[in-house]
């Protein structure tokens, strides 16, 4: 579907056993063999796919013997890209795959855009928006569990569900259309009693999957937590212990995607984004640098304060100010070190937990507090839906059928509320990228890295 044929280097660039650079295009197979001699050229110049050859890459114009490589032939359309794909397995490190980069540049192939291949994976009808974007978020994934949110959504679970709802959607739209057609009195009736059934069907449908939206957003993108307190009530200690064995600190690597460093600690799967105003060593010590008001500000954007106090110490008047502006339900109150003294009576209104970072006691009721606030009581199902961009045309979508809805009930006459329809109609084409316009597009992959 696209002239020309597209390269990249798809694996992280460094130090590494393998490096994989893929080809996609009309002319991929013809590209590669221009640089690949391999083991079995008669199997390779069949052109069977999903084989793999054995061969080696040299440079033509110097009969130069560049890497050892596996080459992977998929042939269109039931490729990733639907288009003619080669993988070539080479070895990692910057030399190998930057010369047979620039080998098939010189061979007649472009280097691909961020995320083209996804793109191409889009435009040619092998997986809907939804599913593409679900690339990057399974690539980004910060726990098992936004990985396996991610991977639910590129299987199409939400892809299905979308394209449910939008039939139902296009017969409420066909209904009305042969009711203004054929306008008689007691096929009216019927109409409209079906397309109330039908509409609320759509309401319903909608509404289950905005319910478990807000987890589901925090799944993907992590709950943005702030650690607060007077310097040296047990801060550092208390990321320790959250952090234990198996978990790391996972920090997004400047440069490659944005431009930030985001760290991250996994809670029972969910992501804990650490709130960072100039790097979360001094948002740590918030209480003591910082006014009230400031405080608050910086604790504005975050959906979960841990404050800190230090048990057997009695808490400043700030501290006291700090904490009864902060909304409780995004408040958890930590009474650390109650190794050394016997707590301390406080009131809150917010959860209080007791802990001792360096005993690990209490670490565990603590988490499940955490855990509590992101999922309510219910853990079991995985959310559908968790992307911003889909969550706001949901949302449209959803309150347009609701208004159609309950005009229905007001007697306006069904013909008047198919604009309303076929609007919602839209707004769910743009989740799947049925209706999507190319600047949403290009915003959506600039978004990818080069060689997704
Ligand atoms: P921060 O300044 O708030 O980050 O505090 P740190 O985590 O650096 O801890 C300050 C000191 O308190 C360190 O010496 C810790 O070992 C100690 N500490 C932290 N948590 C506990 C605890 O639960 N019990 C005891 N006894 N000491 C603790």
């Given amino acids: ?263 991250y600690i996994n809670v029972r799967g969910i992501p804990l984004k650490l709130i960072d105003t100039a790097g979360i060593r001094e948002t740590q010590d918030l209480v003591e640098q910082l006014g009230v008001d400031r405080a608050l500000i910086v604790l504005g954007n975050a959906d979960l304060v841990l404050f800190v106090i230090e048990a057997g110490r009695d808490i400043n008047e700030e501290e006291r100010l700090l904490l009864s502006k902060i909304p409780s339900e995004r408040l958890i109150l930590v009474v650390n070190k109650i190794d050394l003294s016997t707590s301390l009576p406080i009131k809150v209104a917010a959860p209080i937990f007791y802990v001792s970072a360096l005993e690990r006691v209490g670490i565990e009721e603590l988490e499940e507090a955490i855990v509590k606030q992101v999922t309510g009581d219910k853990l079991a199902d995985t959310p559908v839906i968790s992307n911003v961009r889909h969550i706001v045309a949901l949302e449209n979508a959803i309150s347009k059928v609701k208004e159609a809805f309950e005009s229905l009930e007001n007697g306006v006459p069904p013909d008047l509320i198919s604009i309303d329809i076929r609007h919602a109609w839209q707004l769910l084409g743009e989740i799947s990228g049925d209706t999507v316009g190319e600047d949403i597009l290009d915003e959506i992959f600039s978004r990818f890295c080069i060689g997704k």
């Fill in 1 to 263: 579907m696209f002239g020309d044929t597209i390269t990249a280097v798809s694996t992280a660039i460094g130090e590494a056993g393998i490096g994989i650079i893929r080809v996609s295009g009309d002319d991929a197979l013809e590209i590669v063999s221009k640089i690949f001699r391999p083991k079995d050229q008669e199997r390779f110049s069949s052109g069977i796919g999903f084989r793999i050859y054995l061969g080696q890459i040299f440079d033509p114009s110097a009969n130069f013997l560049v890497d050892e490589v596996l080459v992977t032939v998929m042939r269109g359309p039931k490729s990733f890209t639907g288009e003619d794909v080669i993988e070539i397995n080479c070895h990692g490190g910057l030399i190998a795959e930057q010369s047979i980069l620039k080998l098939l540049l010189k061979s007649g192939a472009r280097l691909a855009e961020p995320g083209e291949f996804t793109k191409r994976a889009f435009v040619n009808g092998r997986m809907d928006l939804s599913q593409a974007e679900a690339v990057i978020d399974l690539i980004r994934a910060k726990t098992s569990l936004s990985a396996s949110s991610a991977l639910e959504q590129l299987r199409g679970r939400l892809s299905e569900q979308i394209k449910d709802t939008r039939l139902i959607l296009l017969e409420v739209i066909a209904q009305i259309e042969a009711a203004v057609d054929f306008p008689e009195e007691d096929l009216e009736v019927e109409t409209t009693e079906s397309l109330r059934y039908k509409l609320s069907q759509v309401i319903k449908l909608g509404e289950k999957l905005l319910n478990g939206a807000q987890r589901g957003k925090i799944i993907r993108d992590g709950l943005n937590t702030a650690i607060i307190g007077r310097p040296n009530v047990g801060k550092s200690s208390l990321l320790n212990a959250l952090l234990r064995e198996d978990r790391a600190i996972v920090t997004d690597i400047p440069g490659t995607t944005r431009d930030v460093i985001e760290e």
